[in-house]
């Protein structure tokens, strides 16, 4: 895998902060980005890897709907033991979707991956066992998160699991303060300065909406999962399974 460069996109003062994009700048350092804004990612991608070992049944596909560089695709191919399978990773940023090709094939695996550059809104979802939308949900528009939802509950098998990890928004305006304000205080440790948390802030708010995670559970039991279970938390970051 090609070593990440260090994150410095937001440390110089801009006149304008534009909106965030998985462009080819971020594409250059997204694995320190992710490992020094993201408190337990690598936990996460551990368990995903987990849950395919024990949800992935023989001779059905394992989606990443919004794939990046792959790290939930490869922690899954490491993790299924069953044969048939096919591994279909989606993402609608050019730059990501060249890299992830590459990570792909620099590591050996018995299960077929297939990466597609394309919107996560326009793939159908067929003989599914587990769907994984690892911090992408928050990208897409609030009105179409509940179709794609359906759609990912309409092309699981019985049993399949859906792993979803995001930001979040606490509905009481103290503590979600109060988890903001830790999530700042580990980037701080992390090595950002106030000045990048802020631009950042900025770049993101235009595109990233976080829901709360009783929206999260609400909107999975409303289109038919039959449980559901917030399994990871770190400050305003978590993980949850659902069942179909």
């Known amino acids: 895998m090609t070593p990440s460069k260090p994150d410095l996109i937001f440390s110089h003062k801009q006149r304008q902060v534009k909106d965030f994009a998985f462009d080819a700048h971020v594409v250059e350092v997204f694995p320190d980005m992710i490992s020094r804004s993201v408190p337990g990612y690598n936990t996460i991608i551990d368990t995903i890897g987990q849950f395919s070992q024990q949800y992935v049944t023989e001779s059905t596909n394992i989606y990443d709907l919004g794939c990046s560089l792959g790290a939930a695709t490869l922690a899954m191919r490491q993790g299924i033991k069953t044969k048939g399978c096919r591994i279909i990773g989606v993402d609608n940023s050019a730059a990501m979707v060249d890299r992830c090709r590459r990570h792909v094939l620099a ?3 018995e299960t077929p991956v297939e990466i597609i550059e394309d919107d996560v809104l326009a793939i159908s979802i067929e003989n599914a066992s587990m769907v994984v939308l690892n911090f992408t949900l928050q ?3 609030p009105d179409k998160r509940a179709q794609l939802i359906q759609t990912i509950f309409d092309g699981l098998t019985p049993g399949g699991i859906l792993v979803i990890s995001d ?3 606490h509905p009481d305006n103290a503590c979600n303060q109060t988890l903001i304000d830790l999530h700042h205080d580990f980037k701080r440790a992390n090595g950002y300065s106030d000045l990048e948390i802020a631009q950042k802030r900025t770049a993101l708010e235009n595109v990233m ?3 709360s995670l009783e929206d999260h559970h609400l909107r999975l039991a409303n289109t038919g999962f039959s449980q559901s279970s917030t399994w990871f938390q770190c400050y305003n970051f978590f993980s ?3 069942i179909k």
């Open 139 to 141: 990208f897409i528009d």
């Open 167 to 169: 930001k979040f928004i």
């Open 107 to 109: 590591f050996k695996g």
């Open 209 to 211: 909406k976080p829901d």
């Open 240 to 242: 949850l399974f659902a």
